[in-house]
């Protein structure tokens, strides 16, 4: 994610703004859902701690970028976003867990709910969910922003379906409407945190990205001019939305000097077809023995022209 300057100040004044109208409408609905006993409203509470859980990690993201890496921390602290969303999201399905059983518990013996409040605080939900992805929308098309845009949008409908079975406790009587509505939501909260524990998880893994394809990379580069093969190939991703590279790649036996445009095609390729800028590309001209990793052999009197080659490029 790159946010420089006044679009970073603006994002931040925001996504702040966001945040305490957000935990605001937390307590306001679960204090409203214990007052009308509506097990919906307290459910959309639980659901709204989602959004406030995104819209921190977004703002932290923002903040974190802004700061240079060190010495100690030569990656920056984008990993301490992504451990924070992992444990967010195991929390959050407890939080689900606990709703669907005390919704079924209702189930069973129903409970006399207040239709106008839950009508009234739905209605607040939706007013303020739909302004704040409004404004998200409008201050930048970053994808970590648009993803928190497409999470405030969804839990607009998610808060508009409360004003529905309200008004449908309201005209028919019926308050089993409140706990099924309940575990509607719980089911909602339950598969956007899993989700999300494992995007964050395979992150701490280091595993592939999901968005990207270790054989359509090794085709792409292998058709560049020059590249005889393709190996012992690494993708993985430094935070949310940052990949890095690590490969060796055969060539033939050419000074440095020649080897530097393919260098250039390589790095080219993965910046305009896969966005990975922090790559690390070690060349060779001999056959690489993979043993326990890529382990290629030394070689003595090399003259002019070494074994191997070993470039590196960072990200911008």
């Not at 097990?39 to 509470?45: C, K, Q, R, V």
């Not at 949008?153 to 406790?169: E, N």
Request: aromatic letters at 6%.
């Amino acid at each position: 994610m790159h946010v420089h300057g006044d679009a970073s100040a603006k994002t931040q004044r925001i996504l702040r703004i966001s945040l305490l109208a957000t935990l605001g409408y937390v307590a306001l609905t679960f204090v409203a859902g214990v007052r009308a006993h509506s097990l919906a409203l307290i459910s959309e509470a639980g659901h709204n701690v989602s959004d406030f859980l995104a819209l921190l990690l977004s703002f932290v993201a923002v903040y974190f970028q802004t700061r240079p890496p060190t010495d100690k921390k030569t990656f920056g602290y984008q990993r301490a976003g992504v451990l924070a969303a992992f444990l967010n999201a195991l929390t959050l399905v407890l939080i689900a867990i606990w709703i669907a059983i005390a919704a079924i518990h209702r189930l069973s013996a129903p409970v006399q709910v207040q239709p106008r409040l839950m009508m009234i605080v739905a209605a607040a939900g939706v007013l303020m969910n739909g302004v704040i992805a409004a404004l998200l929308w409008t201050t930048s098309r970053d994808v970590n922003i648009r993803s928190t845009f497409i999470h405030m949008l969804g839990d607009t409908l998610s808060t508009a379906a409360v004003i529905v079975g309200g008004a449908a406790i309201l005209f028919t009587g019926h308050n089993w409407i409140d706990p099924v509505l309940s575990i509607f939501i719980a089911a909602l909260i339950l598969w956007s945190s899993l989700s999300i524990v494992r995007e964050t998880l395979n992150i701490l893994l280091e595993g592939t990205p999901r968005d990207c394809s270790l054989a359509e990379i090794r085709l792409s580069l292998q058709a560049i001019a020059g590249v005889e093969d393709v190996h012992d190939l690494h993708v993985w991703s430094l935070g949310s939305q940052t990949h890095a590279l690590a490969t060796h790649i055969t060539i033939a036996d050419i000074p440095p000097s020649e080897s530097s445009r393919i260098l250039e095609q390589v790095n080219g390729t993965l910046r305009q077809k896969f966005r990975i800028y922090h790559t690390t590309i070690q060349f060779e001209h001999v056959e690489c023995e993979v043993a326990h990793g890529c382990a290629p052999p030394i070689e003595i009197n090399q003259h002019n022209h070494p074994g191997h080659d070993q470039s590196h490029a960072h990200s911008h």
